[in-house]
């Protein structure tokens, strides 16, 4: 199994490699664009396009009246595809913050090492 099933229905094959995505509706079709970070000289697509129709459903408005109105939902299925894409990226983004706090660690124990280094040397320039 899969940690994105829903991802790769869609033929979503690297989920490590998608650096955002965009969605947006035309009408009762809500357009998915999934963007990727490809390396260099990658015959693989930039980004990929999904349409998703929207479901329609008649819900009541005014009780006392019968009023009724006709509104449109998200499927279902792309619900579950934003889903797992916020948890692709969110992965992605602690991985990020992870990298950038442990560079930032070596730079601290750099600067410290040097000082104690330099320290060192003065004594034991002082000593000959």
């Known amino acids: 199994m899969t940690k994105y099933p829903v991802l790769t229905e869609m033929g979503i094959v690297y989920p490590n490699e998608i650096s955002r995505y965009t969605l947006h509706q035309v009408g009762n079709v809500d357009h998915l664009r999934v963007i990727y970070r490809r390396k260099k000289n990658s015959v693989l697509p930039v980004s990929k396009r999904f349409k998703f129709a929207r479901s329609e459903k008649m819900v009541v408005v005014d009780s ?54 330099e320290s060192l040397r003065s004594m034991l320039e002082r000593l000959k």
Do not use: C, F, W
């Open 64 to 117: 006392g009246t019968q009023k009724t109105e006709i509104i449109q939902e998200i499927s279902p299925y792309l619900t579950r595809a934003i889903a797992e894409l916020d948890r692709v990226l969110k992965s992605k983004r602690s991985r990020i913050v992870l990298v950038k706090d442990i560079e930032e660690e070596i730079n601290r124990i750099e600067e410290e090492m040097t000082g104690h280094m």
